[in-house]
Antibody, heavy 112, light 110 residues
């Protein structure tokens, strides 16, 4: 059974960085792109980008280019999303997702 | 680039059928698969339809998806509505390798 298990909630100050992990199981990790999607409080879903776990290649939404870095560690079937220079409007639930499956989400709160 | 437009909200009574539309602004709706996600309050999205009309195992056959090239839109139809179907529903498609989401539709079952 496919599972995507994300790291726990984070509280960060403006200007800091956050790194969220997503551990995959139940399938071949390198066989599917991993996407990251965020959802601000009361808002819709916003696509941030993807990583190809096989090659490490990435593709980021223009809005996040220069602030987001997606990486992976194939030895432990885990993908990571790091967002830097955090602002209050980055407060959101961050999801990893692959075709048909989603992680449980990680709440990132940015507050001074 | 294109957008996917959904109605902000729909409501229907238990036992009835409801259809949620997702209209693509440019380019053909048929050129990229459409997925539908259900999101209950406080929970992560789950897939109810993938590749236009495929249902993951465990999703009731009350849920069905279709595309209509004449209106350039995709539709999610839920029949025999249950109170547990009350949720937000999002359509999603692809622009090159980007994911594009609709704005979401709040389904109220009353």
């Amino acid at each position: 059974q496919v599972q995507l298990v994300q790291s726990g909630a984070e509280v960060k100050k403006p200007g800091a960085s956050v790194k969220v992990s997503c551990k995959a199981s139940g399938y071949t990790f390198t066989g599917y792109y991993m996407h990251w999607v965020r959802q601000a409080p009361g808002q819709g879903l916003e696509w941030m980008g993807w990583i190809n776990p096989n090659s490490g290649g990435t593709n980021y939404a223009q809005k996040f280019q220069g602030r987001v870095t997606m990486t992976r560690d194939t030895s432990i079937s885990t993908a990571y999303m790091e967002l830097s220079r955090l602002r209050s409007d980055d407060t959101a639930v961050y999801y990893c997702a692959r075709v048909r499956w989603w992680g449980q989400g990680t709440l990132v709160t940015v507050s001074s | 680039n294109f957008m996917l437009t959904q109605p902000h909200s729909v409501s229907e009574s238990p036992g009835k059928t409801v259809t949620i539309s997702c209209t693509r602004s440019s380019g053909s709706i048929a050129s990229n698969y459409v997925q539908w996600y259900q999101q209950r309050p406080g929970s992560a999205p789950t897939t109810v339809i993938y590749e236009d009309n495929q249902r993951p195992s465990g999703v009731p056959d009350r849920f069905s998806g279709s595309i209509d090239s004449s209106s350039n839109s995709a539709s999610l139809t839920i029949s025999g509505l249950k109170t547990e179907d009350e949720a937000d529903y999002y359509c999603q498609s692809y622009d090159s390798s980007y994911w594009v989401f609709g704005g979401g539709t709040k389904l109220t079952v009353l």
